[in-house]
């Protein structure tokens, strides 16, 4: 895998790395859901759901990298782990799960599809401060039909795009933010 691949995977990386140890655990995944889902106001139900989503996927990643057993992730066996496991479709389901009820909750007026401004409520939420990338060109790149707007489908597919691509110059290379160097 390129070192630009690997240079997305430590940004998405580090959104799960919460006390910036360079580990990631169980409870981080499944703290990270928690903050997610709470900063948009979901119900216990959704807090749950996703948080139970989390920490599956969590899991699927220990079981193809947790080398030391440990019950952690540290960047090299999460790089290792999504490389391994990126044509498993077990972890692609989980994924789309993943990411629809992440769709679901950002989409704060439940008209199925996220606006420019809930998609920039999301960046917020993702740490990224106003300024550090061009918000407006992220949105339109995952706007594929250029309707204004994301459809369930679109964030998918960007996600999907985000993780596995290894295209330097696909624009979804911003899907979490700017990437780390």
Request: overall charge negative; glycine content about 6%; cysteine-free.
């Amino acid at each position: 895998m390129s070192d630009f691949w690997k240079r997305k995977i430590k940004t998405f990386f580090r959104k799960f790395d919460l006390d910036n140890d360079g580990y990631v655990s169980e409870e981080e995944f499944a703290e990270f859901a928690r903050r997610f889902s709470g900063a948009y106001d979901a119900n216990d139900e959704q807090k749950e759901k996703l948080t139970k989503v989390f920490v599956k996927v969590w899991r699927k990643y220990m079981k193809a990298g947790d080398i030391e057993k440990d019950d952690r992730l540290t960047l090299p066996i999460f790089i290792e782990s999504i490389r391994q496991q990126r044509y498993d479709p077990e972890l692609i389901v989980d994924f789309v799960e993943l990411i629809r009820g992440l769709h679901g909750l950002m989409d704060v007026n439940q008209d199925g599809f996220l606006q420019p401004e809930e998609h920039q409520s999301m960046v917020r939420k993702l740490g990224v401060p106003e300024g550090a990338f061009d918000e407006k060109w992220a949105f339109a790149a995952m706007d594929v039909n250029g309707d204004g707007k994301i459809s369930i489908d679109e964030f998918v597919a960007a996600f999907f795009d985000f993780l596995f691509s290894q295209d330097e110059s696909s624009p979804n290379k911003f899907f979490v933010g700017p990437l780390d160097d």
